[in-house]
């Protein structure tokens, strides 16, 4: 597959003093093969030769939402990394700092109100993906409010990544603590009390709703943070470009650009908010999953 | 449908024709691309960072904390079973308390007892012996009243003999006369009962 991605910095360049507003929010939203950096510009990423994996041709050519996948990783494994070190200092006796006891109480919380809370018995397996999903989500979905970031998970690809190994997580530990029946049940399910022919109706009605659910879970996961990251930025950018648009208009451009800045610092606000708030609601379902799977009906 | 979302958003203003008759267009289809790279980009990063959190971040931050829940348990724990010791040392410290205020009353009870019996022996040993002298003391009294008699007696005989010798002129027979004196004042004294 190649790499359809336009590059943005010739076109702009060609087009200097005209504004095409749908332009720019696909420069800022969709995936690219250049990195628009501070002061450098934008910068070519390289292109990788394709792969070859039966029958398909895949790019592995690392893109702007690969790079931005890749700072979120490491931003969040610093920091989270510190935070471990420094907590474990903590406990051994030394007075705990500020960022510490921040990631401790967030860690704290997801053990025991959402990992314990939701699957109970055997939680601790879960811990340390459940607080993964979190800070890796988090802080991808921070960069994207970042000057010269972007958000990796405003990529529906990034996202459904994401979800497939919450659905791999879910499937698999639901068919290791029930069995191979248990498990079937969870597809297969015929309530306590319904007999006869009843049964054959309930199977044939539900069996294909169960079967769809266990898939709509991961997808509603993946389009859920997709949809709220992209409809943020979206939004921000439209509201930004009112300055541009109406860049040509005396007297009116200056109020245009007092309310859209007003405007994009209020809603800028709102989106840290949703950057932590999809965050939490990805890990929180991921443990809701494995609960309702572990422990069915 | 992606471009043309694109150009439609650009419509909705006047401003925007001019942008319009641009050549370039946004590849709103690749809002939804397949991005296989980009899925194994995805996955693989997840997959390492879980790997390096799961042993260097959350590893040792969640055992420090069970370690220090399960310290503050061991602590609590501690602390309520001294507490309970203490009870219980305090309990019997109560007791032995107690029972040496009884036994010091038991003592000084004793004690005076024996104190009290002491003093009534000697109370009692004091008041025969002061009897005893009294008794003693009288009976001298009387041996010496009886002899003081018993002298007067003889002097008066010897007297009212010599009186009596004098009166009569005559001398009696000493032991005749004598034993009639005395018979004489025996009846006297029978009569009058003043030298008894």
């Known amino acids: 597959m190649t790499n359809a991605y336009q590059e943005h910095g010739a076109a702009q360049e060609a087009h200097a003093g005209e504004f095409d507003l749908g332009e720019m929010l696909g420069h800022h939203i969709l995936n690219s093969t250049e990195y628009e950096l501070p002061f450098i510009g934008p910068v070519h990423l390289p292109h990788w030769p394709e792969l070859a994996v039966g029958g398909l041709?895949?790019?592995?050519?690392?893109?702007?939402?690969?790079?931005?996948?890749?700072?979120?990783?490491?931003?969040?494994?610093?920091?989270?990394?510190?935070?471990?070190?420094?907590?474990?200092?903590?406990?051994?006796?030394?007075?705990?700092?500020?960022?510490?006891?921040?990631?401790?109480?967030?860690?704290?919380?997801?053990?025991?109100?959402?990992?314990?809370?939701?699957?109970?018995?055997?939680?601790?397996?879960?811990?340390?993906?459940?607080?993964?999903?979190?800070?890796?989500?988090?802080?991808?979905?921070?960069?994207?409010?970042?000057?010269?970031?972007?958000?990796?998970?405003?990529?529906?690809?990034?996202?459904?990544?994401?979800?497939?190994?919450?659905?791999?997580?879910?499937?698999?530990?639901?068919?290791?603590?029930l069995g191979f029946r248990g498990y079937l049940r969870t597809i297969f399910f015929v309530p306590p009390g319904v007999t006869g022919a009843m049964k054959y109706v309930v199977l044939a009605v539900m069996t294909p709703v169960e079967f769809m659910g266990k898939f709509l879970k991961p997808f509603a996961l993946a389009i859920r943070l997709f949809a709220n990251m992209t409809a943020g930025h979206v939004l921000i950018f439209s509201v930004l470009g009112f300055i541009f648009l109406f860049g040509n208009y005396a007297y009116i451009r200056w109020l245009i650009a007092a309310g859209s800045y007003g405007l994009v610092s209020a809603i800028l606000l709102l989106e840290v908010l949703i950057a932590f708030i999809q965050a939490y609601v990805f890990a929180m379902l991921t443990a809701a999953f494995i609960g309702l799977i572990r422990h069915p009906h | 449908?992606?471009?043309?979302?694109?150009?439609?958003?650009?419509?909705?203003?006047?401003?925007?024709?001019?942008?319009?008759?641009?050549?370039?267009?946004?590849?709103?289809?690749?809002l939804f691309a397949p991005d296989i790279g980009l899925a194994i980009w995805t996955l693989l990063t997840f997959l390492t960072l879980l790997f390096i959190l799961g042993r260097f971040a959350w590893k040792p931050l969640l055992g420090a904390l069970d370690a220090r829940e399960k310290g503050i348990q061991d602590n609590i724990d501690e602390a309520r079973n001294q507490r309970e010791e203490a009870e219980k040392l305090l309990a019997r410290h109560r007791e032995q308390l107690a029972e040496g205020r009884r036994q010091a009353q038991a003592v000084v009870a004793e004690t005076r007892a024996a104190a009290e019996t002491l003093r009534k022996e000697l109370e009692a040993r004091a008041r025969e012996e002061t009897q005893a002298m009294l008794a003693n003391a009288r009976r001298e009294i009387e041996r010496e009243r009886k002899a003081a008699?018993?002298?007067?007696?003889?002097?008066?005989?010897?007297?009212?003999?010599?009186?009596?010798?004098?009166?009569?002129g005559e001398r009696l027979d000493a032991d005749r006369d004598r034993q009639l004196v005395a018979s004489y004042i025996d009846d006297l004294t029978e009569s009058e009962g003043a030298l008894a």
Not at chain 1, 93 to 116: H, M, Q, T, W
């Open chain 1, 57 to 177: 041709t895949i790019d592995v050519s690392p893109t702007k939402h690969v790079i931005l996948l890749l700072l979120g990783a490491l931003i969040t494994a610093a920091f989270s990394i510190l935070a471990g070190q420094r907590v474990a200092r903590a406990a051994a006796g030394r007075a705990p700092s500020g960022l510490a006891n921040a990631i401790e109480a967030v860690v704290v919380y997801f053990r025991d109100d959402l990992c314990k809370g939701y699957i109970g018995h055997g939680y601790q397996r879960f811990v340390p993906l459940v607080l993964t999903l979190f800070f890796f989500i988090l802080t991808m979905n921070l960069l994207g409010l970042v000057p010269w970031g972007g958000s990796a998970t405003g990529n529906i690809v990034v996202t459904g990544t994401l979800a497939l190994v919450t659905f791999v997580v879910v499937e698999v530990s639901g068919f290791l603590s």
């Open chain 2, 1 to 30: 449908m992606g471009a043309a979302s694109g150009h439609l958003l650009a419509g909705a203003l006047p401003v925007m024709s001019v942008a319009q008759e641009a050549e370039h267009e946004v590849a709103w289809e690749s």
């Open chain 2, 149 to 168: 008699v018993e002298a007067v007696r003889t002097e008066a005989v010897d007297v009212a003999l010599a009186i009596a010798s004098r009166l009569l």
